[in-house]
């Protein structure tokens, strides 16, 4: 029977720790030329927030469709219920409480991409009453003009809170484009169901 005196069990550990470590280190030189794959820990990049992608800084920043129209909105000028995600201002596009008529809303601003396959990441709050097999109503994406991301504003999507929605722009790092964010409402008469949508906290992430 073996026998085991008081820190033999940690001299044992520390023992097993320095033949792993010598191991490594004679494995190396093979690992690098032998053609076999070498796994390196996973680095994330922190997120790189959009210039004003909070929209505490008001208009600052972003362009606006139509260009007179008030697209920032405090809290307290929310619909009762909506709430920013963060801070205390959102960008509202859509009916606007307007169904009287069509909208097309939008927000923009040019921006130069990170690298290694940049993702853009935002939280959208959306509600609407128009059933989604008679919708009309879309969340657009462009990136110079190209539609990048795409949503219907229907009732059975509606998110009633903060939802976050990412768009790929892979192949597009370092590169310097408008993003266009858009919301088109098709309303035939007055009584035709509204559609809201509430933009807030715009990132870049990368993989």
């Not at 097993?16 to 690992?31: E, K, M, N």
């Not at 609407?128 to 009309?136: F, L, V, Y």
Request: net charge negative; hydrophobic share 40%; charged share 20%.
């Amino acid at each position: 029977m073996l026998k085991f005196h008081r820190g033999s069990g940690t001299r044992i550990m520390a023992g097993i720790l320095i033949v792993c470590a010598l191991l490594l280190i004679h494995a190396s030189p093979y690992a690098a030329h032998s053609g076999h794959t070498v796994f390196l820990p996973w680095v994330s990049t922190p997120p790189i927030p959009l210039p004003n992608g909070d929209f505490e800084s008001q208009p600052v920043i972003w362009s606006f469709l139509p260009e007179d129209a008030p697209l920032i909105f405090a809290q307290n000028e929310l619909p009762e219920g909506t709430v920013p995600r963060s801070g205390t201002r959102v960008a509202w596009l859509g009916d606007q409480g307007d169904q009287s008529q069509s909208h097309r809303t939008e927000i923009s601003q040019t921006v130069t991409l990170p690298g290694n396959d940049p993702v853009l990441r935002f939280w959208v709050w959306m509600q609407s009453g128009e059933p989604c097999d008679m919708t009309r109503d879309p969340l657009r994406v462009y990136s110079n003009g190209e539609l990048e991301f795409s949503l219907d504003i229907c009732k059975e999507k509606s998110t009633n809170s903060w939802a976050e929605q990412i768009v790929e722009l892979s192949g597009m790092q370092d590169d310097t484009v408008t993003l266009r964010i858009q919301v088109e409402t098709v309303n035939s008469n007055p009584y035709s169901p509204a559609s809201e949508v509430f933009l807030d906290d715009f990132i870049f992430a990368t993989h």
